[in-house]
């Protein structure tokens, strides 16, 4: 599902809240959402359906929504989509006790608005929001601004278990401040992974892909800075987004784009909100990272 | 397959002769030459080598075998196993020989003296041997003698993916690779020839690329933050095996393939294992030995398959 969701000016954020909710748990028509929404600016593409179902609409502001592993219908993944003052945040938890509010493991990331995709009550604005059975994801633009961190999205996304410690019983989901990780940080918070000792650990992760080190995006020898020319054709390949901390977890924990179907563009490549088909699929480049000279998108369904 | 070929002196005509059967299918080790000590030479063929003869009268003490793509049954893979500069082993690959004029067409370009495999010239020795139709694998020793001079790298000639969109069945995906370069940071892997992403053919040294693992540059590799490393690398007494991928990006923008899936080669972290010792892959229980690729400060190892 992708849905460019407009808010009008004065809107508040927990319609807001309640709209985005709505969509990420399967809403598919405009006008089933809120009076806040600029409905005739908003549209949702519906062919990838999410699995997402709200769990607990904790107040205005706060909700929860589950949804099952792709591995164990019985396991589920929790996120928690929050309006803050000044954006929208995703948190993770391993479970939720509806009755006390209560959990387990919660990914690191605060409430801090250094994670948040911000909003514009004043004078309105939009998000883009992509759901699929394993991940959610958020890109706010409002204000003349786009994303958050370094331009960059929120992504909730299950991951594959390339630990050989980490089984289908186990949490294998995170949260990814998609900006400031391109930019080398430790962003992507797995809600809880077993280290290499086998103790249950909410440690924070790296962004990565095949060959190329957390902090090497823009080294042309060691990821892609461009398309592949052959013949007539200009073809680049969708490189596959790992997240990994090698000292901590032993190997790369897991395999983010086999889950979303997210994936990261060439450096420098498509500019941002650009229209695409691969493999017969439909995706859009939305800005990962942008600092002065330097972008990666990455390719998210468009439907 | 894993042949440890015991030799008893510096025969070259029968130590080429002896790496040549068992790269083509021998297994019982009393077929050898008399120069190989058959009471310390063993052969493990739960692989089978996969290799056949193409020409054996390549040159002094040299042949060269083939073997088809694993997508392809008719378009072969050649390596030139060449003792004719003693006391080395040389391997290299090419896209096809000319078994009547003994030629190659686009042989990889590797030959330092540096990454040759060693015969000992004073007496007895060994020569590791790991193969099956998608690779070969190499490794001299003897008394005080690990591999090439280089850090003690280790010789491959290895199949890898398809990953490049302009290389099709029809098309050569092999390329020999010296180990202990790669580990440093350098263009280890010479593929037979490849196409720039601006769709140029190149060959020889400007075929030349990298290999690292999932989330590690090419530089990165003795680098903890980014590769495990220590004794304590491994997941609850399990050694994580990562897989090898063939890149480089300012060349051919995405990675050219990688050699585990197909050739079951894969590897370990640094410091983390000890040479010959086996292991046991947890993911799928076979058993596989630890091979010293790079002898340093952290020693690298890759893991082939026991056998």
């Known amino acids: ?303 | 397959m894993r042949a440890e070929y015991h030799y008893t002196t510096n025969t070259y005509a029968d130590i080429a002769s002896d790496i040549q059967a068992i790269l083509t299918g021998e297994t019982d080790k009393n077929n050898l030459s008399a120069t190989c000590d058959k009471t310390n030479t063993f052969i493990i063929s739960t692989v089978a080598a996969g290799w056949q003869i193409h020409d054996a009268s390549a040159g002094t003490n040299t042949f060269v075998v083939k073997a088809p793509h694993i997508d392809a049954p008719t378009n072969y893979k050649y390596a030139i196993i060449d003792l004719s500069q003693n006391p080395y082993i040389k391997l290299h690959a090419c896209e096809s020989w000319d078994e009547i004029g003994h030629t190659p067409t686009n042989k990889t370009v590797n030959g330092s003296t540096s990454e040759y495999q060693r015969i000992n010239t004073a007496g007895a020795g060994i020569i590791h041997i790991f193969a099956s139709e998608r690779f070969i694998a190499l490794v001299g020793e003897y008394t005080g003698v690990w591999g090439g001079t280089e850090a003690g790298t280790v010789s491959l000639v290895v199949e890898y993916s398809r990953g490049a969109p302009w290389n099709p069945t029809t098309y050569p995906s092999f390329a020999f690779i010296k180990t202990a370069t790669g580990y440093s940071g350098n263009l280890a892997v010479y593929p037979i020839k490849g196409k720039t992403r601006a769709g140029v053919e190149v060959t020889g040294t400007n075929a030349q690329a990298y290999f690292t693992t999932i989330g590690v540059s090419y530089n990165n590799i003795r680098t903890d933050a980014y590769f495990p490393t220590g004794v304590d690398a491994a997941i609850e007494g399990n050694t994580p095996y990562f897989p090898i991928f063939l890149y480089r990006p300012v060349n051919y923008a995405i990675p050219l393939g990688q050699i585990s899936t197909i050739c079951d080669i894969w590897m370990a972290p640094m410091g983390l294992l000890t040479n010959k010792a086996t292991d046991t892959n947890s993911d799928n229980s076979n058993e596989y030995v630890a091979i010293m690729t790079y002898n340093s400060t952290y020693d690298g190892h890759f893991l082939f398959r026991n056998g």
């Open chain 1, 1 to 303: 599902m992708y849905a460019i969701y407009k808010y009008k000016a004065g809107a508040s954020s927990s319609n807001i809240l309640s709209d985005l909710v709505a969509l990420i748990t399967g809403e598919t028509v405009v006008s089933n959402l809120s009076s806040d929404c600029d409905q005739v600016n908003t549209s949702i593409t519906s062919v990838v359906a999410p699995t997402w179902v709200l769990y607990e609409q904790i107040s205005a502001t706060r909700a929860i929504l589950r949804a099952p592993y792709s591995d164990n219908a019985s396991l589920y993944k929790y996120i928690e989509v929050y309006a803050s003052s000044f954006g929208i945040m995703l948190f993770g938890y391993d479970s939720w006790d509806i009755a006390t509010d209560t959990y387990n493991w919660k990914t690191q990331n605060t409430s801090s608005s250094t994670y948040d995709q911000g909003f514009d009550l004043t004078n309105g604005g939009l998000f883009h929001v992509f759901a699929g059975p394993n991940h959610t994801a958020i890109a706010a633009e409002e204000s003349g601004n786009f994303g958050g961190n370094y331009n960059g999205l929120l992504l909730a996304s299950e991951y594959t278990r390339d630990l050989s410690n980490n089984n289908n019983t186990m949490q294998s989901f995170c949260i990814i401040d998609t900006g400031t990780s391109l930019n080398g940080g430790d962003f992507a918070f797995p809600v809880v992974s077993p280290d290499k000792t086998g103790n249950l650990i909410n440690t924070a992760a790296y962004v990565t892909s095949k060959s190329s080190g957390f902090d090497s995006w823009f080294d042309g020898n060691s990821f892609a800075t461009a398309f592949i020319l052959n013949g007539s054709d200009s073809e680049f390949e969708l490189s596959p987004i790992y997240i990994g901390n090698a000292s901590t977890y032993g190997h790369p924990i897991g395999n983010i784009s086999e889950k979303s179907d997210v994936w990261c563009l060439p450096t420098n490549s498509l500019p941002n909100k650009q229209y695409f088909i691969y493999n017969t699929s439909n995706y859009i480049s939305m800005y990962a990272y942008k600092s002065i000279g330097d972008i990666i998108c990455f390719a998210l369904r468009s439907e």
